[in-house]
């Protein structure tokens, strides 16, 4: 079974949502442990406030300060908006964005892997060419 994840990017620390209070950071943090594969929330503010175990009233303000611009935000898309409301609970605006990212790190274990799969491959047809040189005396095309 698959479990959904969501990435958490270092640079959290150094963006406008770090500037809020820990409150309305924990709300955003559940919402992304939350999402679905799309950045969808399917919560009601009681039960966002349960999940992230924060007062319904905080988490009002936390919905609210996700929903409004951020004129200091890094992404200019949606006027620095995090969410938008869907039925059913919240968009997280820039999820597919963020989640298709490949930092340094995965793209070099990405590019090992695939080098040391086809090294291997080729000592594979290097070996099975050997072998059938030597069987038969003779080099085979």
Known sequence: MSLPFVKLFSCITTSTIWCESERTR???????????????????????????????????IAIDTLLAPDRYSRSKEHDGRRIEEIDGGWQILNYIKFRELKDSEQEKEHKREYMRKRRAMERKTLTVKADTVNLVGKKVE
């Open 26 to 60: 924990l709300v955003w943090i559940t919402m992304l442990a939350l999402s679905d594969s799309r950045g969808r929330v399917w919560a009601s503010i009681p039960g966002l406030a349960n999940a992230a175990r924060v007062p319904v009233e905080d988490c009002q």
